[in-house]
């Protein structure tokens, strides 16, 4: 069973460019988190995804950040006109759709360096 | 969510056993304690989650006290391999998670 599959795992842009990272959940996961991690702190939540659904999205900037989870297909995390602040790990994990406690399962992370 | 606290760094030695306290006074009653390790440019990985007195898996132990207003993460015998950063997670252990900044575990030779 393949774990938390994320793409590229390594991103390049520069500022004003769109960045798009992937995120494929574990196998019967259907609950997706993503996490942005700037150097030297702790994980922030961003945003709470069930299959065409935003749950939770308390921790997303309010501008240039979206992001979405279609019936098909991988979860994207999408930010417009990238800035230099954007520069951190953006991690995705997900969840088995069984409510109650659980672990998430995170994935490798995708590095988003902006120039 | 209740806030955590946590030291900010630990060394320790192979073979010895590392205790790691998180304190976090504010648990309400249907918080869980969750621990996750994170090693260089990875993602986070479960350790260990517990409600009330021990629980105790492969990997660690993690004993919290009638109060729960704390909690220890121990860790038989660590290994050069246990170096990374441990977080604890206080929350009801689903939706998002709060990570405060973890402690950071160096294990030398």
């Keep these: 069973n393949a774990g938390v599959m994320q793409n590229p795992r390594h991103l390049v842009r520069r500022r004003g460019q769109e960045a798009r990272l992937r995120c494929s959940p574990m196998k019967g996961h259907s609950h997706v988190y993503w996490y942005r991690q700037l150097p030297e702190e702790g994980l922030k939540f961003m945003v709470y995804l069930q299959k065409e659904n935003i749950i939770d999205e308390s921790g997303m900037p309010k501008?240039?950040?979206?992001?979405e989870f279609p019936k098909e297909g991988p979860s994207i995390l999408r930010i417009q006109q990238v800035v230099r602040g954007d520069s951190a790990a953006y991690f995705?994990?997900?969840?088995p759709p069984d409510r109650g406690v659980e672990e998430q399962f995170f994935g490798p992370g995708t590095r988003l360096t902006v120039l | 969510l209740a806030k955590t606290t946590q030291p900010i760094s630990m060394d320790?030695?192979?073979?010895?056993?590392?205790?790691?306290?998180?304190?976090?006074?504010?648990?309400?009653?249907?918080?869980?304690?969750?621990?996750?390790q994170q090693f260089p440019s990875q993602g986070p990985r479960f350790i260990i989650q517990g409600y009330k007195t021990k629980v105790t898996n492969e990997v660690a132990s993690l004993f919290i006290p009638a109060d729960r207003k704390s909690s220890t993460l121990s860790l038989p015998r660590v290994s050069l391999s246990d170096t990374a950063v441990y977080?604890?997670?206080?929350?009801p252990g689903f939706q998002k998670l709060v990570f405060g900044t973890g402690t950071r575990l160096l294990v030398s030779p």
């Excluded at chain 2, 056993?17 to 621990?35: G, L």
């Design chain 1, 63 to 67: 501008e240039r950040f979206s992001a």
């Design chain 1, 92 to 95: 995705c994990a997900s969840s």
């Design chain 2, 12 to 36: 320790s030695y192979e073979g010895q056993e590392v205790n790691i306290t998180c304190s976090h006074n504010n648990i309400a009653t249907n918080d869980y304690i969750t621990w996750y």
């Design chain 2, 87 to 91: 977080y604890c997670l206080v929350g």
